[in-house]
């Protein structure tokens, strides 16, 4: 769980991988990519060896209009840039083995669509304290593991291992043939986060703040838990949300 890389220093040029050749060796290399970014409309053989390639990774590939690659660069970016991950992403297969065999009981977190960086960060640090074993994300639709996402988790994205997966629905019923029960954090229910039993293997799953947890995995759920709201304001920041409901793992855990 400790194979992750030191951080990279904001701004500089070895954040970023520029141009179709250079993107296509980075990829064959193995280097851990958080995402592509390519011009809008861009064609050509290479670039299509490029998508090609890409069809056999995790690697997100976003068509973004020109000015936005020059904003990120001036230099002959080919229409083609990579933004390097500071961190490795792992597998939860390889993950959930490592935990049962080590006597430990599986608290998982995944997050479905959640897109801010400092919410990201925020989830992180308080995943890490509490000792969840992994944090799972989308390959889209998911917060960038960035400067500010580390920092926001005060570097607890380096010590707690994040999973990237094309398909959650997939990932939640892998976790659950091994043995998790998936409990989503949703208000579409009468049930409270204290309902279900935490000290059992868990999957905590956490929607974003606009739209919550989608529908499928809404379905495949064991237990639909709500966070108690008294007040007029009817939701929390989905950080403090995951908050509130990992440490009533916590607690259950520990009593």
Same mark, same amino acid.
């Given at each position: ?31 851990? !990519? *958080?995402? $592509? ?6 064609? @050509? &053989?290479?670039? %299509?060896? /490029? ?40 597998? !939860? *297969?390889? $993950? ?6 080590? @006597? &430990?009981?599986? %608290?998982? /977190? ?57 398909? /959650? ?87």
């Amino acid at each position: 769980m400790d194979n992750f890389r030191r951080p990279q220093r904001a701004k500089e040029n070895n954040e970023f991988v520029f141009g179709i050749r250079a993107v296509i060796e980075a990829v064959k290399a193995g280097r851990d !990519i *958080e995402t $592509i970014y390519q011009q809008r409309g861009l064609g @050509g &053989e290479l670039f %299509l060896e /490029l998508k090609a390639l890409l069809k056999d990774t995790l690697i997100p590939l976003n068509s973004v209009p020109i000015e936005k690659l020059n904003r990120m660069s001036q230099k002959n970016h080919q229409g083609v840039i990579a933004v390097i991950s500071p961190i490795t992403y792992q597998n !939860i *297969e390889d $993950i959930i083995p490592t935990v049962f065999e080590k @006597g &430990e009981v599986p %608290l998982i /977190l995944v997050l479905d669509s959640v897109t801010d960086v400092r919410n990201m960060g925020a989830i992180a640090r308080t995943a890490a304290c509490v000792g969840v074993h992994a944090i799972i994300v989308p390959l889209k639709n998911a917060a960038q593991i960035n400067a500010d996402a580390i920092k926001t988790s005060a570097g607890a994205l380096f010590s707690i291992p994040i999973c990237r997966h094309a398909n /959650l629905h997939k990932t939640c019923l892998f976790l659950q043939e091994s043995g998790l029960q998936i409990v989503a954090c949703t208000e579409k229910t009468s049930y409270f986060i204290y309902a279900p039993d935490y000290t059992m293997p868990t999957a905590i799953v956490m929607g974003s703040e606009d739209e919550g947890i989608s529908n499928d995995l809404l379905r495949v759920a064991d237990h639909l838990a709500k966070i108690p709201m008294a007040g007029k304001i009817e939701s929390l920041n989905v950080s403090v949300a995951a908050g509130v409901i990992l440490y009533e793992a916590v607690r259950q855990r520990t009593v």
